[in-house]
């Protein structure tokens, strides 16, 4: 009979991908691990040895926070900017961040242009809602709804059995996955 792993046992693998994702990553960067990496944090048991900057998603930004905190006592600082899927990537890109979050993988003609190569795992999941704001009308949609809804082939609520009214579809301006 199998046993399920504790919560702990979870973290403490979830950690350790991270950790040696980060550090995959921040190897094919350049980053070293040399003295002018080495930052000393009062308090912490174990000094800094390395530094990690990322940028990206702000979805699962907590979760890494939490992470980063640990990985802290371990010698890794990472800095994390929560600024997007988009951006992050961007930066990724231009080489400004050692690695990047974002809500969807990267692009194949995107990855084709780090020198270094980019390796790709999947660190959390979340669900998206989509929400509207018409009074008197009760809606659950299908699937094949929201995709006409934002295809534009449904524009009214009429169309969905609610009383006649425009919908207008609002989303993200930035890049975000």
């Known amino acids: 009979m199998a046993t399920l792993p504790t919560t702990t046992d979870l973290r403490l693998t979830l950690l350790q991908a991270l950790g040696a994702t980060l550090l995959l990553t921040a190897g094919g960067c350049g980053i070293t691990n040399g003295s002018a990496d080495t930052e000393t944090v009062e308090g912490m048991a174990t000094p800094i040895?390395?530094?990690?900057?990322?940028?990206?998603?702000?979805?699962?930004?907590?979760?890494?926070?939490?992470?980063?905190?640990?990985?802290?006592?371990?010698?890794?600082?990472?800095?994390?900017?929560?600024?997007?899927?988009?951006?992050?990537?961007?930066?990724?890109?231009?080489?400004?961040?050692?690695?990047?979050?974002?809500?969807?993988?990267?692009?194949?003609?995107?990855?084709?242009?780090?020198?270094?190569?980019?390796?790709?795992i999947p660190m959390t999941a979340g669900a998206i809602a989509i929400a509207y704001n018409n009074l008197g009308c009760e809606l659950k949609l299908s699937q094949a709804q929201l995709v006409a809804i934002f295809s534009g082939a449904i524009s009214n609520y009429s169309q969905l059995g609610c009383p006649a009214k425009p919908i207008k579809v609002v989303v993200r301006s930035d890049s975000s996955g």
């Open 49 to 120: 040895k390395m530094v990690l900057r990322g940028a990206g998603a702000s979805f699962p930004a907590p979760l890494y926070q939490r992470w980063f905190e640990e990985l802290a006592n371990q010698g890794v600082k990472v800095k994390y900017l929560s600024v997007g899927s988009g951006v992050g990537i961007q930066q990724f890109l231009y080489n400004s961040m050692d690695f990047a979050a974002s809500d969807v993988p990267m692009k194949a003609k995107d990855i084709a242009t780090v020198p270094q190569g980019v390796v790709q």
